[in-house]
Structures are given as C-alpha cells and as structure tokens.
C-alpha cells in the first residue's frame, strides 16, 4: 500500500499539471484572439481615417490651385479694368454706358 499512494499522487498531480497547463494555454489563446481582433478593427479605422485624409489634402491641393489662378488673375489688366467698371463705375474717355431703366 505504501507503493501505491505515491503512484496515485503522482498520476492526480501529473493530471492536475496538465490541465493547469491547458487551461493557461487556452486563456492566453483567447486573449490573443480578442486583442487581435480589436488591433484589426483599429487598423481598418485608421485605414478609412487615411483616405478621407488623403481626399481632403487632394481637394486643398485643388482649392490652392484656384487660389493661386486666382491670384494671377487680380493682377491682370483684365480684372483691374472688370472692378473699375463694375465696382467705382470708371469708363475709358469716349466710351458710352447703357443702364436699364427700372
């Protein structure tokens, strides 16, 4: 009987071992697996979050580029002589305005 008691215990402890083992092992398959998850919902956030950044530098990148025609065009004769017109009412010498009559 002396025999067999440590046996025994070694079998229950060997036993015990393992399945402490295994539970470990499976807990931190699981948190991997969630955190996993989380890092890939994050990544495809900031995926959608780079593209909606990249359409709004193409559309700066065209605003600047109307600003900068913009630019050139106010210092054209062309526009000085549209705003002496329109805005301070000046006419060249012997050039005629119609106005409507209201």
């Not at 470990?24 to 900031?46: D, P, R, T, W, Y």
């Not at 580029?65 to 301070?88: M, N, S």
Request: hydrophobic share 35%.
């Amino acid at each position: 009987m002396s025999r067999r008691k440590p046996s025994y215990r070694r079998a229950n402890q060997n036993w015990l071992s393992m399945f402490l083992i295994t539970m470990v092992v499976a807990v931190i398959l699981i948190v991997v697996g969630v955190k996993g998850n989380e890092l890939q919902a994050k990544i495809e956030s900031n995926e959608s979050k780079i593209s909606s950044l990249q359409e709004q530098i193409e559309q700066q990148n065209l605003r600047t580029q109307e600003i900068e025609e913009f630019r050139k065009y106010t210092q054209t004769k062309k526009y000085i002589e549209e705003i002496a017109k329109e805005k301070l009412g000046l006419v060249y010498p012997g050039e005629l305005i119609f106005k409507k009559e209201e």
